[in-house]
């Protein structure tokens, strides 16, 4: 079935570091990918995704390329902000056609934490 | 817009009691996701509705777990008898038919068993 993993964490930050959060996949087909992002005490938010292969998702400064060769899909922002603290689900849905499709599944979380 | 609406936020029981969770989706989503968050965990699927219709309840614990989405809108998943093993944040989403990747989530409700 498909799966995802995250890298371990928490993973704590100074202002202004960059940042890598690294996700990989196993799924059969061509399956969407996604981060979510869930700030504290509010719901998940959709942060990216991307569709197809080398793809690249972006949003707030975050980026993610959707590499198939290596079954990754890793998070990256230049640099971050103590607003950016913040637990971040790496996801994947199979593609349009899949009995599944729409069907989310999340990799465990990533706790970031960033000092000013 | 108002967004993915939950209630209670949070719930103490005791085992053995039944309890009951309410979600009102964005208003005009057809898919409504019940999810299961584990503390530590991403969030699992128990059951997906296409307007009123459940179309995917496979994970769904059906000895003891229930959900109707009677008119199509708002929903309600309830557990009776509630276990230990319960204890979880409960999550509702809706998405449009046309995008049912894009999710959007309510807060959840924390329900703890005791």
């Known amino acids: 079935g498909n799966s995802v993993t995250q890298m371990e964490g928490p993973v704590t930050l100074s202002e202004e570091a960059f940042l890598t959060i690294n996700c990989t996949y196993t799924a059969t087909g061509y399956p969407s990918l996604f981060w979510y992002v869930q700030y504290p005490g509010e719901g998940l938010q959709l942060l990216l995704k991307?569709?197809?292969?080398?793809d690249k998702g972006s949003n707030k400064g975050f980026e993610a390329t959707y590499r198939k060769e290596t079954t990754s899909f890793h998070l990256e922002k230049g640099s971050v902000q103590v607003s950016d603290s913040a637990v971040y689900f790496c996801a994947l849905s199979e593609g349009a056609g899949g009995t599944s499709y729409g069907k989310l599944t999340f990799g465990q979380g990533t706790i970031l934490t960033v000092h000013p | 817009e108002a967004g993915v609406v939950q209630s209670p936020r949070y719930k103490i029981i005791e085992k053995k009691q039944p309890v009951a969770f309410w979600c009102n989706p964005i208003?005009?989503?057809?898919?409504l996701y019940w999810y299961l968050q584990n503390l530590g965990q991403g969030p699992e699927l128990l059951i997906r509705y296409e307007n009123e219709e459940a179309v995917d309840d496979s994970q769904l614990p059906k000895d003891r777990f229930s959900a109707e989405r009677l008119k199509g809108v708002d929903s309600t998943l309830k557990i009776q008898p509630a276990e230990l093993g319960d204890s979880a944040v409960y999550l509702c989403?809706?998405?449009?038919?046309?995008?049912?990747?894009?999710?959007?989530f309510g807060p959840g409700t924390r329900l703890t068993v005791t």
């Open positions: 208003s005009g989503h057809n898919t």
């Open positions: 989403a809706s998405s449009s038919s046309f995008k049912p990747y894009e999710q959007y």
């Open positions: 991307a569709t197809k292969a080398d």
